[in-house]
């Protein structure tokens, strides 16, 4: 069964300044999607980023990037010129591509505190 | 689109009470998960429905939940008979296995038994 860790339950930064949350999974399969979530006070879980397994090119959305290390299942966030917006707790996901189901698994999740 | 749709947003009941959480998914979707959010726990994955057909119900904690999806725009989640423990957030979100990678959630429902 997959699993995926989240080992920072929280994380703070500066405004302006750049954050990584870091994450790592398990499974035995070759081809997955690895996904960021935000949920803010409001809980609405809002897609950051995603990336496809078989892409070795690392995700990029404006200020968000990401860290695919495929080999060592490490699957990093990296805010840039951090904004009190981004303050929120952030989940890792993973989605299995097997035949019969398409889960998707979720970490802990870190919580993000800007401090202004 | 709307988006998903849950029902109601928020839910407070009497333990031993039944209680039912609704979910619309976004038209044209054919995958349909329910996820429970605690502190404790975080979100866990109860179960997943593809074609209305539940393919995958591991996630459900015991025989007091169940869930049903009896056509492509409509599913229910229900506990009977609700206990203290139960209260979380209650998540439904969908998908388009053909199209989309990631699932699209509603706002939650959040359930208060006391």
């Known amino acids: 069964a997959q699993t995926v860790t989240q080992s920072q339950p929280e994380m703070s930064v500066q405004e302006a300044e750049t954050v990584t949350l870091s994450c790592t999974y398990d499974?035995?399969?070759?081809?997955?999607?690895l996904f960021w979530y935000k949920q803010p006070p409001s809980r609405q879980m809002i897609l950051v980023i995603r990336?496809?397994?078989?892409?070795?090119q690392n995700a990029t959305e404006n200020r968000f990037s990401v860290n695919f290390q495929k080999a060592a299942k490490s699957f990093s966030l990296k805010i840039s010129d951090s904004q009190l917006g981004d303050a929120a707790m952030y989940f890792c996901?993973?989605?299995?591509?097997?035949?019969?189901?398409?889960?998707?698994?979720f970490g802990a999740g870190t919580r993000l505190f800007v401090k202004a | 689109d709307a988006g998903v749709i849950q029902s109601p947003r928020h839910e407070v009941t009497e333990m031993g009470q039944e209680v039912t959480l609704r979910c619309k998914p976004i038209s044209g979707h054919n995958s349909l998960f329910w996820y429970r959010q605690t502190m404790m726990r975080g979100l866990e994955l109860l179960i997943y429905f593809n074609n209305n057909v539940p393919i995958d119900d591991s996630g459900m904690p015991e025989d007091r939940f169940s869930a049903k999806m009896p056509n492509a725009s409509f599913s229910t989640l229900k506990i009977q008979p609700s206990e203290p423990r139960d209260s979380a957030v209650y998540f439904c979100?969908?998908?388009?296995?053909?199209?989309?990678?990631?699932?699209?959630f509603g706002q939650g429902t959040r359930l208060t038994v006391v």
């Open positions: 499974t035995s399969e070759s081809d997955y999607y």
């Open positions: 979100a969908s998908t388009y296995e053909q199209l989309n990678t990631e699932a699209f």
């Open positions: 990336q496809e397994a078989y892409k070795q």
């Open positions: 996901a993973y989605r299995s591509l097997w035949a019969g189901g398409f889960k998707t698994i």
